[in-house]
C-alpha cells in the first residue's frame, strides 16, 4: 500500500537550467496538489490537478513553472529557467476526492537547490 | 496574507505531560481543519481532522479542539512522548465554498523532553 512518490528527493539545478519533479499519488487517488515550502515557512498551495486537467493554478508563479497530471504517469512539476529563489522544498500531496473536506496526504517532498 | 497562524513557533514539554498547540485563522469560510505532524527531510504526516459542525474530535492520544467564534483551534497531546518530538503544522481549507488548496500556519515545534 505505497503512499505518495516523488522524485528526485534531492536535485541540484544551475541557475538557467530546467527543473522537472515528479509525483505519483497514492493509488486509489484522482487528485494531486503540489506545494512550496520555503525555509522557515508553512507550505504554500502552488496547483491543483485531476487527470489531464489543471484545476486551480492560483498559487503558481505565471512564469516559468507549469503542471501537468497526464492520463498515463505521474504528475510532473516544471520549473523554466531556474532561479535561487525557486530554492525550497517541494511537496506533492494526494486526495480520493475534493470538497475541501477530505484529508490529502504528502510525499516525502523533493528538495530544490539552485546554485 | 497569513490566513492561519501559529504564534508559538516552539514548545518544550515534559514526558507524560499534556501539549497544548495552538492555531487561529482569520477567514470564515474555513470549515474544515488539520493537524499534520513533520519530521526533518519528510513529508507531512496527517494526524486528525475536524469539521465545522463539530466542536472537538478524538483520536486516541490526539484531540482537536475547534472554536469558531474565536476562530481559533487547538491540538491536545496526552501523555506527551518523546515521539512526538516533530514540527506540528494547522492547516484549513474552505471546501463549501469550492476551494481545495489547504493553507498552512507556520509550524509549531513541539519537543518532549524524556
Known amino acids: 500500500n505505497a503512499g505518495v512518490m516523488q522524485n528526485p528527493r534531492h536535485l541540484v539545478r544551475r541557475r538557467g537550467q530546467e527543473a522537472r519533479l515528479r509525483c505519483s499519488p497514492m493509488?486509489?487517488?484522482?487528485?494531486v496538489y503540489w506545494y512550496r515550502q520555503l525555509p522557515e515557512e508553512g507550505l504554500k498551495f502552488m496547483v491543483y490537478l485531476q487527470k489531464e486537467n489543471i484545476i486551480d493554478e492560483s498559487g503558481m508563479p505565471k512564469e516559468r513553472f507549469s503542471a501537468e497530471f497526464p492520463k498515463e504517469g505521474p504528475s510532473i512539476l516544471r520549473i523554466q529557467q531556474v532561479v535561487r529563489g525557486d530554492s525550497a522544498a517541494y511537496f506533492c500531496?494526494?486526495?480520493?476526492?475534493?470538497?475541501?473536506?477530505?484529508?490529502?496526504?504528502f510525499g516525502p517532498g523533493t528538495r530544490l537547490t539552485v546554485t | 496574507d497569513q490566513q492561519v497562524k501559529q504564534n508559538s513557533p516552539s514548545l518544550s514539554v515534559q514526558e507524560g505531560r499534556i501539549s497544548i498547540l495552538n492555531c487561529d485563522y482569520t477567514?470564515?469560510?474555513?470549515?474544515?481543519f488539520l493537524w499534520y505532524k513533520k519530521y526533518p527531510a519528510e513529508g507531512p504526516t496527517f494526524l486528525i481532522s475536524i469539521s465545522s459542525i463539530k466542536d472537538k474530535n478524538e483520536d486516541g492520544r490526539f484531540t482537536v479542539f475547534l472554536n469558531k467564534s474565536a476562530k481559533h483551534l487547538s491540538l491536545h497531546i496526552v501523555p506527551s512522548q518523546p515521539g512526538d518530538s516533530a514540527v506540528y503544522f494547522c492547516a484549513a481549507s474552505a471546501g463549501s465554498a469550492g476551494a481545495n488548496n489547504l493553507f498552512f500556519g507556520t509550524g509549531t515545534r513541539l519537543t518532549v523532553i524524556p
Open positions: 493509488k486509489g487517488h484522482s487528485h
Open positions: 477567514n470564515s469560510m474555513f470549515d474544515y
Open positions: 500531496a494526494s486526495s480520493p476526492r475534493t470538497g475541501g473536506s477530505y484529508e490529502q496526504y
